[in-house]
């Protein structure tokens, strides 16, 4: 069966994104969509997209403003679609119903999976993350570790809003981890970010409150299946094509892929560049963050590269 080429673009608007709702009788007719339709031959996907949104709600695209956000391949069984996605904040214009289907302006947060068709499911994701991952670096012993580390979650709520921190302590037994858990969630509370851990499932049993799991790969392999409930974040370290697809299979809702530039966390481990990185980015079905010596100064290049973003360590921790 061919592939078809789908243009998609994510509107933003004061921070909520327009959707629509498919025709009853068309493919996955009745649920919600973000604009867009089939690339023509010799069409550019901006072009498409442009056209597209025009014809369907009026508005007008101005082509440089669009940004890759994700490629989605997926089989629907009676059609297999590329799911080629921009976003833009540059829209013009009023959006209206130009086919009579309505359209919405809804915040990003408010989107659930099983209003839209399967495929979206990493479209979702992606809108809902945030685009810098904050993971922890070396927590010290005693009171004073812990403070160390609630004043760095506290910093980062001033520079960077909100988001997620990953609390990777891979030196603590279960039981002293989960108490230094318990600390990092009142401290990423306070500063209105969400705390992921870091290891395996039963490390998410024992801190049951996080906003979720980030999973090494040497955990990851072990499993076939998502082991943390919907609506918990679920995140996987990956090196390569087969690990991120893997990730897929158990229902990751974001990956980590690394290290992009040389690090010294890991100085035997060669570098993938952003070449390698774009190329595996452009295979992946769920929203990828790139890591390894990256800081908020590569976002940009990240994010061009179709990337999610960045995480790091370096660029917030103290003494890096
Ligand atoms: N526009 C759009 N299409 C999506 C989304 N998610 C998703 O799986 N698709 C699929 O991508 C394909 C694109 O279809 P479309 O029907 O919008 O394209 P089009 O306007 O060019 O179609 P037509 O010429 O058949 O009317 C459909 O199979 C649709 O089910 C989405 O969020 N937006």
């Not at 289907?101 to 809108?127: G, K």
């Not at 992009?260 to 390698?276: D, I, M, N, Q, S």
């Amino acid at each position: 069966m061919r592939e078809i080429h789908v243009a998609v673009g994510v509107i933003i608007r004061d921070g909520r994104v327009l959707i629509a709702r498919r025709p009853e009788h068309a493919h996955q007719g009745g649920l919600l969509e973000f604009p867009g339709g089939k690339v023509e031959p010799e069409e550019t996907v901006q072009a498409a997209l442009a056209r597209e949104i025009a014809e369907e709600t009026g508005l007008e695209i101005p082509l440089g403003s669009l940004r890759p956000v994700i490629g989605i391949r997926h089989d629907y069984g009676d059609k297999r679609v590329f799911l080629d996605v921009w976003k833009t904040d540059q829209a013009q214009g009023e959006a209206l119903g130009r086919e009579g289907q309505p359209v919405h302006w809804v915040s990003p947060d408010s989107l659930r999976d099983e209003d839209f068709p399967a495929a979206n499911r990493p479209i979702i994701r992606a809108l809902q993350l945030p685009s810098l991952l904050a993971i922890t670096g070396h927590v010290g012993s005693g009171a004073r570790g812990l403070q160390q580390m609630q004043g760095a979650i506290a910093g980062l709520s001033k520079t960077r809003g909100s988001g997620l921190v990953v609390l990777r302590a891979p030196d603590r037994s279960a039981g002293d981890y989960a108490t230094l858990a318990e600390s990092a969630l009142d401290a990423c509370e306070s500063a209105g970010f969400g705390l992921v851990v870091h290891g395996s499932p039963t490390t998410f049993d024992d801190s049951p409150d996080a906003a979720g799991l980030h999973l090494p790969w040497r955990e990851a392999r072990r499993l076939e299946a998502r082991p943390v409930p919907d609506g918990v974040w679920l995140g996987v370290s990956c090196h390569d094509a087969g690990e991120i697809e893997h990730a897929a299979c158990i229902g990751a809702d974001y990956v980590t892929l690394g290290p992009v530039k040389p690090t010294a966390t890991h100085p035997g481990r060669a570098a993938l560049g952003w070449a390698e990185f774009r190329e595996l980015v452009s295979g992946a079905r769920v929203p990828v963050f790139g890591l390894g010596g990256l800081a908020p100064a590569d976002l940009a290049e990240a994010q061009e590269a179709g990337g999610q973003g960045v995480a790091g360590i370096r660029y917030w921790w103290p003494g890096g």
